[in-house]
């Protein structure tokens, strides 16, 4: 289980997270979901450790992940998919997955195999730049470069921004699979309500840094969706 408690991260005298505590088991998807700009994106880059908390802490299991760098909780099994996908346009697809080894600290073809099972498609563009790639397939690629690593919790920042219908609904299969069939502990942070209901198991609802409401994603109602997610 990922367990954040007390996180708070401000920029300057900007108090960007208040106080956040979360629990995100293995075997399930947890959505962090919430308007523009309440710290949705930096809740994910300081449980990577991008950002540095004024307070709280970070577990993962037994392991006490606070004082580690982003490099270092990413070798403890955190991985995060950022929000923009963020791939190399000028490698190709084998490039960019092999860029993962560093969270492995060592070559293993394995690995990259292993990652692209869930979506097979980046076996015939492995020559493709990253570039060339519809939005969608870059969408694909980011996460597979995130399974590389072989992590424990994999994070994802609004994966479906941008993205095809079909694709969409792909993505959602595959992260579904990731947690019931891996034991994979997904974090997803998302604003498409649809979408959190098809593949979540629980929510979590910020608004100006803090959390207002959570549950099972069977409790995510359009009253609760109006309150703290509508603009």
């Not at 492995?104 to 498609?121: H, K, T, W, Y």
């Not at 990731?178 to 929510?203: C, K, N, S």
Request: charged share 25%; aromatic share 4%.
């Amino acid at each position: 289980m990922l367990a954040v408690d007390g996180l708070a991260v401000a920029y300057g005298a900007v108090q960007a997270v208040a106080g956040v505590s979360i629990r995100a088991p293995a075997g399930e998807v947890t959505c962090i979901m919430g308007r523009n700009g309440v710290g949705k994106t930096t809740l994910l880059r300081a449980i990577m450790g991008q950002l540095p908390a004024r307070a709280g802490s970070v577990r993962l299991g037994d392991a006490d992940l606070t004082a580690q760098p982003a490099h270092r909780r990413a070798r403890a099994g955190i991985a995060l998919v950022p929000q923009g996908r963020e791939i190399f346009p000028r490698l190709t697809v084998r490039e960019n997955l092999e860029v993962a080894w560093s969270a492995l600290g060592r070559r293993d073809p394995a690995a990259i195999e292993r990652a692209v099972e869930s979506f097979p498609i980046l076996r015939q563009f492995a020559r493709r730049h990253g570039g060339d790639l519809s939005g969608g397939q870059q969408q694909q690629l980011a996460i597979a470069r995130a399974l590389v690593g072989g992590p424990r919790v994999l994070l994802l920042d609004e994966p479906t921004e941008g993205i095809q219908p079909n694709v969409i609904d792909e993505i959602g299969v595959v992260l579904r699979r990731l947690a019931a069939e891996h034991g994979l502990a997904v974090v997803l942070v998302e604003q498409y309500v649809d979408f959190v209901r098809e593949v979540g198991t629980r929510f979590y609802a910020l608004d100006r840094g803090k959390v207002v409401a959570e549950g099972p994603t069977a409790e995510l109602t359009d009253e609760v969706v109006h309150r703290h997610l509508s603009v």
